[in-house]
């Protein structure tokens, strides 16, 4: 009997077991752009950039060329790769601490030049590895190892709207917020995450596609109810939505 192989694990990916914390949504984002480099064909001539936080285990998941940059500098890291060598594809995978943080100027300053490198952008609320600290983009009234009784906007400030930011840079081509933690919000999110690759292969400028994603563990609940409180917390403070599309068509 002759069988078909209709899904299997995407060669961007190595053959290393996920090492995330049981509900954490890192290894769908990866498989998702594992996925799309395959697609597009572009695996061997891809590097990856990943600093440090949870992502940055990263360069052990994906079969691609990858390093590691300091905290918050792997737009630079990028940058300089993808101009020195402009006939390969970089991209950077960056949690909430490391880019709306310490990183913030590298991103903002990336965007506006409008590098030609692809970030994707994983919104937690909250830092993972380092033992679940407030992070910038960390809601009012929620508690964390730093804000035990809740961050205050008196305090601590507003949660920071990445997307929002670096929309109005005119080097940005393609610009998008989505979220994981439904079958649908996966295809959407595969979708943006392609057309933010297209926006480096065809060279029109920066991609970057912000996830909304779980920190079961830090938020102190299970991976089911951490699902439930992203869909009713997270997404109102963030709204989804594509912000910048210089892409069009996918093809």
Same mark, same amino acid.
């Given at each position: 009997?002759?069988?078909?192989?209709?899904?299997?694990?995407?060669?961007?990916?190595?053959?290393?077991?996920?090492?995330?914390?049981? %509900?954490?949504?890192? %290894?769908?984002?990866?498989?998702?752009?594992?996925?799309?480099?395959?697609?597009?064909?572009?695996?061997?001539?891809?590097?990856?950039?990943?600093?440090?936080?949870?992502?940055?285990?990263?360069?052990?998941?994906?079969?691609?060329?990858?390093?590691?940059?300091?905290?918050?500098?792997?737009?630079?890291?990028?940058?300089?790769?993808?101009?020195?060598?402009?006939?390969?594809?970089?991209?950077?995978?960056?949690?909430?601490?490391?880019?709306?943080?310490?990183?913030?100027?590298?991103?903002?300053?990336?965007?506006?030049?409008?590098?030609?490198?692809?970030?994707?952008?994983?919104?937690?609320?909250?830092? %993972?590895?380092?033992?679940?600290?407030?992070?910038?983009?960390?809601?009012?009234?929620?508690?964390?190892?730093?804000?035990?009784?809740?961050?205050?906007?008196?305090?601590?400030?507003?949660?920071?709207?990445?997307?929002?930011?670096?929309?109005?840079?005119?080097?940005?081509?393609?610009?998008?917020?989505?979220?994981?933690?439904?079958?649908?919000?996966?295809?959407?999110?595969?979708?943006?995450?392609?057309?933010?690759?297209?926006?480096?292969?065809? %060279?029109?400028?920066?991609?970057?596609?912000?996830?909304?994603?779980?920190?079961?563990?830090?938020?102190?609940?299970?991976?089911?109810?951490?699902?439930?409180?992203?869909?009713?917390?997270?997404?109102?403070?963030?709204?989804?939505?594509?912000?910048?599309?210089?892409?069009?068509?996918?093809?």
């Amino acid at each position: 009997m002759a069988f078909e192989v209709i899904l299997k694990k995407p060669e961007a990916l190595t053959e290393r077991e996920f090492t995330y914390c049981p %509900g954490c949504t890192h %290894g769908i984002i990866h498989r998702l752009v594992a996925e799309v480099i395959d697609e597009l064909g572009i695996r061997e001539k891809t590097i990856a950039v990943a600093p440090i936080g949870c992502s940055v285990f990263a360069y052990q998941f994906f079969n691609t060329d990858a390093t590691v940059a300091a905290h918050g500098r792997a737009p630079a890291v990028a940058t300089g790769m993808k101009r020195a060598r402009p006939d390969l594809y970089v991209f950077t995978y960056q949690g909430d601490g490391d880019l709306a943080a310490i990183g913030t100027a590298e991103i903002v300053h990336a965007a506006n030049r409008g590098e030609k490198i692809t970030t994707i952008f994983v919104n937690n609320a909250i830092y %993972g590895m380092t033992g679940g600290q407030m992070a910038p983009t960390t809601l009012l009234g929620m508690k964390t190892t730093t804000t035990p009784y809740g961050r205050s906007a008196e305090n601590d400030g507003y949660p920071l709207h990445v997307a929002e930011i670096i929309k109005e840079a005119r080097g940005v081509a393609f610009l998008a917020r989505t979220k994981v933690n439904t079958p649908q919000d996966v295809v959407k999110t595969k979708k943006a995450i392609k057309k933010a690759f297209l926006a480096q292969i065809k %060279g029109l400028g920066f991609g970057m596609v912000e996830v909304l994603s779980t920190c079961p563990t830090n938020w102190g609940i299970d991976p089911v109810s951490a699902l439930k409180w992203l869909e009713q917390h997270m997404v109102p403070e963030y709204p989804l939505g594509v912000f910048v599309d210089k892409v069009g068509d996918e093809q």
